[in-house]
């Protein structure tokens, strides 16, 4: 009688194993996929490499530019000063402007002033006239009465 001894897994075991291997392989495949990736990427690094110093030429490039700009800057502070000078300078007209604009408004007043005091005197020579006028006629009609009593008994 022979006896047979069988050293197995359990068939649950196994098809554990058997899954681990397939997902084993597969990890293996996407690591060969990754590893290709890897030397595209790095094929890519390498070109993104000789784009980074192209991008550093132009970055002193834009350094150059940038000192220029802050030159012009500098330049531009300098006309803003000046333009901030006149703009002061502006207002300080503006305000003086101001005040010549109230003291107009002041001679206008003073002129209307003058225009009404002009229109009551004209009425009072007016007045001075008519009674002027009157006494005139006051005068006349004494000189008439005077001539005529006169006139009358001799």
Do not use: F
């Not at 132009?58 to 700009?69: E, M």
Request: some cysteine.
């Amino acid at each position: 009688m022979r006896l047979r001894v069988s050293v197995a897994e359990p068939p649950i075991a196994r098809s554990d194993a058997l899954a681990d291997a397939k997902v084993g392989l597969a990890d293996a495949k996407v690591g060969l996929h990754g590893a290709i990736s890897g030397l595209q990427d790095g094929c890519l690094g390498l070109h993104g490499a000789k784009v980074g110093l192209v991008d550093a030429k132009v970055g002193l490039h834009g350094a150059i530019s940038g000192l220029h700009d802050g030159y012009l800057g500098l330049h531009g502070s300098k006309v803003g000063l000046a333009d901030a000078k006149v703009g002061l300078h502006g207002a300080n007209l503006n305000l003086h402007d101001g005040y010549l604009g109230l003291e107009d408004a002041y001679l206008t007043d003073a002129d209307a002033y003058l225009k009404v005091q002009d229109a009551i005197l004209t009425e009072v020579a007016s007045l001075a006239m008519v009674v002027a006028a009157r006494d005139e006629i006051a005068s006349l009609r004494l000189r008439w009465r005077v001539t005529m009593v006169v006139a009358v008994p001799g």
